[in-house]
Structures are given as structure tokens and as C-alpha cells.
Nanobody, 116 residues
């Protein structure tokens, strides 16, 4: 049972990145999937979640209007499209599955660095 994130990297301010989170060992269709980040010197925070086959999604105020979360349950994959990136978006981004059977699953994280 694991989640593996990918897609992080270095981009200039105003740039875009698309993060992916692939599940293995379980299916995500009944899980609430979310993206979290930990910025340097800050506590980990949730930035987006998606549930009910994508019908419901929510965002933190700091990313609303710039980030879009989506899911492909057939591929057991969740995405985070990040546009108009800012310096303060730098951090490690983690994917999480909250399963109805209990037990959260976290990925190992992917580094996102905004730098000119």
C-alpha cells in the first residue's frame, strides 16, 4: 500500500507544474484524496482535496484560483495542476489518501521550488 508522487521541479515565478500521485496496493475510488505541502520552516498544510469521484473539491485560500486538483480513479491517480506559481509555493508536496476502511496513506513527497 503506497502513494508515489512525481512532477516536482524548479520553475520560475509565474510558471506551472503538474504533480501526479499514483496509488498501488489499493484503489482510490472510495478515498478522499488530498494534497498537502510543507514550506520551509512551516507546518504541513492541506492545499486541496477531492472526493465523490471528483464532484466535490476544495482549496486553501492561498492556492484557490491557481491550483486545480483532479482524479482518474480508473488509473488510481490524482493530479495537482499548479499555475501562476509564486515564491511562497516552494515546498515539499505530499499526496494523502484517507480511506473509508481507516488508515491514512501518505506519499514520500516531491520537491517544488520556485526560483528565478
Amino acid at each position: 500500500v503506497r502513494l508515489v508522487e512525481s512532477g516536482g521541479g524548479l520553475v520560475p515565478p509565474g510558471g506551472s507544474l503538474r504533480l501526479s500521485c499514483k496509488a498501488s496496493g489499493f484503489i482510490i475510488d472510495t478515498s478522499v484524496m488530498s494534497w498537502h505541502r510543507q514550506r520551509p520552516g512551516k507546518a504541513r498544510e492541506q492545499v486541496a482535496f477531492i472526493m465523490d469521484a471528483g464532484v466535490h473539491a476544495g482549496y486553501s485560500a492561498s492556492v484557490r484560483g491557481r491550483f486545480t486538483i483532479s482524479r482518474d480513479d480508473a488509473a488510481d491517480t490524482v493530479y495537482l495542476q499548479m499555475n501562476s506559481l509564486k515564491d511562497e509555493d516552494t515546498g515539499v508536496y505530499y499526496c494523502k489518501a484517507s480511506r473509508p476502511s481507516g488508515g491514512d496513506v501518505w506519499g514520500q513527497g516531491t520537491q517544488v521550488t520556485i526560483t528565478s
